[in-house]
Nanobody
Framework: QVQLVESGGGLVQPGGSLRLSCAAT????????KTWYRQPRGKERELVAS????????IYADSVKGRFTISVDSAKNTVYLQMNSLKPEDTAVYYC?????????WGQGTQVTVSS
């Protein structure tokens, strides 16, 4: 069964860090582009960070550049989002997306709340 399982969300104080994980099961994600999106309450979903298939090239939203890092562990079939220096405006549901021209998979979402 094809599945993306996200973990690592939670409540953190401003300035803190979290690492989100997205583990793929039922398929090998090496040949897929991998993207983290987020959706603040009442707002549209937006791209946070993306990494190309086989780890080629990264893209970051301007709002997270220098603070967030996307990475892949191919052996674990997992993509990560390391989030540092978190701000209240980073509060959102974060979604993992894995896609190629033939398939498009989404995780269930994980809540990140940045608040004191």
């Amino acid at each position: 069964q094809v599945q993306l399982v996200e973990s690592g969300g939670g409540l953190v104080q401003p300035g803190g860090s979290l690492r989100l994980s997205c583990a793929a099961t039922g398929f090998t994600s090496n040949d897929y582009d991998k993207t983290w999106y987020r959706q603040p309450r009442g707002k549209e979903r937006e791209l946070v960070a993306s990494i190309g298939r086989l780890g080629r090239g990264t893209i970051y939203a301007d709002s997270v550049k220098g603070r967030f890092t996307i990475s892949v562990d191919s052996a674990k079939n997992t993509v990560y989002l390391q989030m540092n220096s978190l701000k209240p405006e980073d509060t959102a549901v974060y979604y993992c997306n894995v896609r190629n021209p033939y398939a498009d998979y989404w995780g269930q979402g994980t809540q990140v709340t940045v608040s004191s």
